[in-house]
Each structure stands twice: as structure tokens, then as C-alpha cells.
């Protein structure tokens, strides 16, 4: 079993349509959660980051952490054409001396239509 | 802030050539920066953790006399491919943080292609 597991789609959607982005883990040493966008052949850019239970809300974004079940979202609405792209789950653990290791999912490949 | 800027964008070369590819954080220091690969339709793989002042440290796997790693100040990390092969080809991505627990920014890669 992967330690991140994230559907790889791809998943199109019509414009203004909620979005909702899913991964799993399975390593309960991961204590901070993100959601990266990445355009292609671009670098990953960073979305939302939280480190809690909950959710957490950035204008149209809105990232929820459920940690006893192990399971994060990314909820998009209103979804914009601008938002198509690969979007990247990433937890981080704690992996020796100061650092945070990164670990991603897969991937999801959205495109939202016009 | 916390722009991570990265060059070059894309290198094309013959086997058997070195390539430098450089990494810096524009708008904050760095004591630890992130080496990631990433192929086609598959998700970022860390190769290596490079720290100020100190050795790399390598994930397994990873040659670390293939993927040299310098990270000599607090703003600046290279990674030097040797003796590069077709099978080096790939998408290089650095990523760096202002803090240890604190989210990675990225720059935006350096697509390598050997001939």
C-alpha cells in the first residue's frame, strides 16, 4: 500500500461546477497537509496548508483534513477554466534532524470547460 | 514572498556531459533545500535533502556521486548532473522552506533532455 494514495483521474468538469479532490494516507507520522497546483511544465505551486483537523477556507479553495479517518480534500467553487491543471496532495512528516519530508499523491488532472 | 527561482529552465545536451542546475530563494533564506524528480505523468520523487554548510542527504536509490549537491550558502543550492545519460532525461524540480515544518515553494523546474 502507498503511503499517499490519490485518484489520478482525469476528471473534466464544466465551468462553475464544485470540485472535489481527494487522497488518503495510511502513515499516521504525517502531520501537515498540502494541495499544490502544478500547470504543465511548471513547478508545483502551492494552494492551501493546514496541519488540523477541520477545514480551512481561501477564497474559492476550501481544504478539509479528517485525520481519523486519514482522508483530505480540496473543494473548488465556481470552477474557472484558469483552474485547470494537476492538482498534488503533499503531507509532510517529520524526517530527521530539522527536516520535514514531503510526500505527494499522484496527481489528479482537472480540466474545467468552458 | 517566498519565491523560489530556478535556471536553467531547459537544457538540452550530448551523453557524457556535466550540467549545473541552480536553485535560490529570492525573498527569504534557506537552510534546507529539496532535489525532486519528476517524470512524465507521475508525481514529484525526492532525491535529495541539501543543507547549508553540510552534506546532502540522499534518498535511496539515488547516486550521489551521479547527483552532486552543493548547498553553499543560505540562498543558493546547485545540483550538478555528471556524466549525464539518456536515462538522466527528466524534469528537475528544487523546493525550499522558510522554516523546517513550514510549507516547501518550488521553483519551476529544469527540463533535461540527453542526447
Known amino acids: 500500500q502507498k503511503e499517499v494514495e490519490q485518484d489520478p483521474g482525469p476528471l473534466s468538469v464544466p465551468e462553475g461546477a464544485i470540485v472535489s479532490l481527494n487522497c488518503t494516507y495510511s502513515n499516521s507520522a504525517f502531520q501537515y497537509f498540502m494541495w499544490y497546483r502544478q500547470y504543465s511544465r511548471k513547478g508545483p505551486e502551492l494552494l492551501m496548508y493546514?496541519?488540523?483537523?477541520g477545514n480551512k477556507e481561501d477564497g474559492r479553495f476550501t481544504a478539509q483534513v479528517d485525520k481519523s479517518s486519514k482522508y483530505i480534500s480540496l473543494f473548488i467553487r465556481d470552477s474557472q477554466p484558469s483552474d485547470s491543471a494537476t492538482y498534488l496532495c503533499a503531507m509532510s512528516a517529520y524526517g530527521g534532524g530539522s527536516n520535514y519530508k514531503l510526500t505527494f499523491g499522484k496527481g489528479t488532472l482537472l480540466t474545467v470547460n468552458p | 514572498g517566498a519565491v523560489v527561482s530556478q535556471h536553467p529552465s531547459r537544457v538540452i545536451c550530448k551523453s557524457g556531459t556535466s550540467v549545473k542546475i541552480e536553485c535560490r530563494s529570492l525573498?527569504?533564506?534557506?537552510?534546507?533545500m529539496f532535489w525532486y524528480r519528476q517524470f512524465p505523468k507521475q508525481s514529484l520523487m525526492l532525491m535529495a535533502t541539501s543543507n547549508e554548510g553540510s552534506k546532502a542527504t540522499y534518498e535511496q536509490g539515488v547516486e550521489k556521486d551521479k547527483f552532486l549537491i552543493n548547498h553553499a550558502s543560505l540562498t543558493l543550492s546547485t545540483l550538478t548532473v555528471t556524466s549525464a545519460h539518456p536515462e538522466d532525461s527528466s524534469f528537475y524540480i528544487c523546493s525550499a522552506g522558510q522554516y523546517s515544518n513550514q510549507p516547501q515553494h518550488f521553483g519551476d523546474g529544469t527540463r533535461l533532455s540527453i542526447l
Open positions: 493546514t496541519y488540523s483537523s
Open positions: 525573498d527569504f533564506q534557506a537552510t534546507t
